[in-house]
């Protein structure tokens, strides 16, 4: 099985709707991040947690929420879906800081189009 | 601020041929440097990293990569291109705690047979 698992893996929405996108990880990491990546553009950090009861906005957090429900789960929310949020959105993980714990690892993505 | 470069958007070899891609950062502290590549429907899988020590560094996959902090510079080489290397490779930069990597834009790779 998977690691770092993301449902759903494609949404397709309309402007307006509420989508919520899940992360969930069986690695055991305590930071997780949120992702999107479009193209031309590499990949964007929107928000991150270091463990369940913190969260922190990324470079691009306008226009999105996240809930750490779990040290396992970590879901990203857009509350009313606009087009150019029509993007590849990727979760990744991370052990505690320091060197050799540096590297994330990451989901498969979710494909969301916003209509 | 941290940012990356990755001059090239599309590189093209020939299967058997070397393969250099290139990656410039800049960042205010000592770097914490990474290779990721993405396959097409995948996400992204880390090919190597440099924290310190040796400037060159071996990753998976017959790749390796040097960092020269007199360029800025973190490029990635593999001797013999593989078919299986068509790609998409992100070099990325990040600090201690891990809560800042910034990655480039990409470069595509493209394997002729």
């Known amino acids: 099985d998977a690691d770092v698992t993301q449902t759903p893996r494609n949404r397709i929405t309309k402007t307006g709707k509420r989508i919520m996108l899940e992360c969930s990880q069986t690695?055991?990491?305590?930071?997780m991040y949120w992702y999107r990546q479009d193209p031309g553009l590499g990949l964007r950090l929107i928000y991150y947690?270091?463990?369940?009861?913190?969260?922190n906005k990324g470079e691009i957090s306008d226009g999105y929420s996240v809930s750490r429900q779990a040290q396992a789960k970590f879901s990203l929310s857009l509350e009313s879906a606009i087009p150019n949020q029509t993007a590849l959105y990727f979760c990744?993980?991370?052990?505690?800081?320091?060197?050799?714990?540096?590297?994330?690892?990451f989901g498969p993505g979710t494909r969301l189009t916003v209509l | 601020a941290q940012s990356v470069t990755q001059p090239d958007i599309h590189i093209t070899v020939s299967e058997g041929a070397s393969l250099e891609l290139r990656c410039n950062y800049s960042?205010?502290?000592?770097?914490?440097l990474f290779w990721y590549v993405q396959s097409p429907g995948q996400g992204l899988q880390l090919l190597l990293k440099?924290?310190?020590?040796?400037?060159l560094v071996q990753g998976i996959k017959g790749f390796e990569a040097e960092f020269k902090r007199s360029q800025s510079s973190f490029n990635l080489r593999k001797p013999s291109v593989h078919w299986s290397d068509a790609a998409e490779y992100f070099c990325?930069?990040?600090?201690?705690?891990?809560?800042?990597?910034?990655f480039g834009a990409g470069t595509r790779l493209t394997v002729k047979p």
């Open positions: 990325a930069v990040g600090g201690y705690n891990n809560n800042d990597m910034r």
């Open positions: 440099y924290f310190s020590g040796d400037t």
């Open positions: 990744a993980t991370a052990g505690r800081s320091g060197p050799g714990y540096n590297e994330q690892f």
């Open positions: 690695k055991g990491h305590d930071r």
């Open positions: 960042y205010g502290a000592t770097p914490y």
């Open positions: 947690s270091f463990d369940v009861k913190d969260i």
